[in-house]
């Protein structure tokens, strides 16, 4: 089975491999949106041999990836002293990028090694993740007022009442979506 990646956005793409990273052992942290340094998921081991921190990067491109994404995470993976960091995406890699990569604990992962990831480890239909919207593509979310509280949290991250302010934000939302499901006849 081949999945056709080039239907799905950035996030379901990253949604796509934190399954497939649970399915094959990792347990997986999907970093904040911003300020996460270029890294996408934080992957964590516990087998023997494999036990540490995996920073992963998802390129769902168009065109090859090039060095300087692969130069790019192998510093953040320095600077973290991670096991590995590791690119995955559903394009390819120049030639340059995999003569960089070669003797450091880099891992590129192109379309074709994904797709046969995803034969070996998922069973997973591919459209339950291209329809799941993210919060802030639904019409009726005031998409201005996150980013606005948003970018106050990470601004000034050590400011608790922005958090709660921005948590304060969410949760109104969330609460008045289940009492318009409760109010639409079923």
């Not at 081991?45 to 921190?53: F, H, I, L, N, P």
Request: proline fraction near 1%; include cysteine; glycine fraction near 6%.
């Amino acid at each position: 089975m081949t999945i056709d990646f080039n239907k799905m956005d950035g996030y379901e793409f990253e949604n796509y491999i934190a399954s497939l990273l649970r399915e094959i052992g990792f347990r997986v942290e999907e970093t904040a949106l911003s300020g996460d340094g270029g890294v996408d998921l934080i992957a964590y081991s516990d087998e023997v041999m494999y036990k540490g921190e995996y920073l992963v990067q998802c390129k769902r491109w168009d065109s090859n990836v090039g060095v300087s994404a692969v130069r790019d995470l192998y510093g953040v993976v320095l600077s973290n002293n991670a096991n590995k960091g590791i690119i995955i995406t559903n394009a390819f890699f120049t030639s340059q990028a995999i003569e960089f990569s070669e003797g450091k604990n880099m891992e590129l992962v192109d379309g074709d090694i994904l797709n046969s990831l995803v034969n070996k480890y998922l069973d997973i239909d591919v459209k339950a993740y291209v329809n799941k919207k993210h919060f802030t593509q639904f019409k009726e979310f005031d998409n201005d007022k996150y980013k606005y509280l948003k970018q106050l949290v990470d601004t000034d991250q050590r400011n608790k009442d922005k958090y709660i302010d921005l948590f304060g934000f969410l949760y109104s939302y969330i609460t008045n979506k289940e009492n318009l499901k409760l109010c639409i006849p079923g």
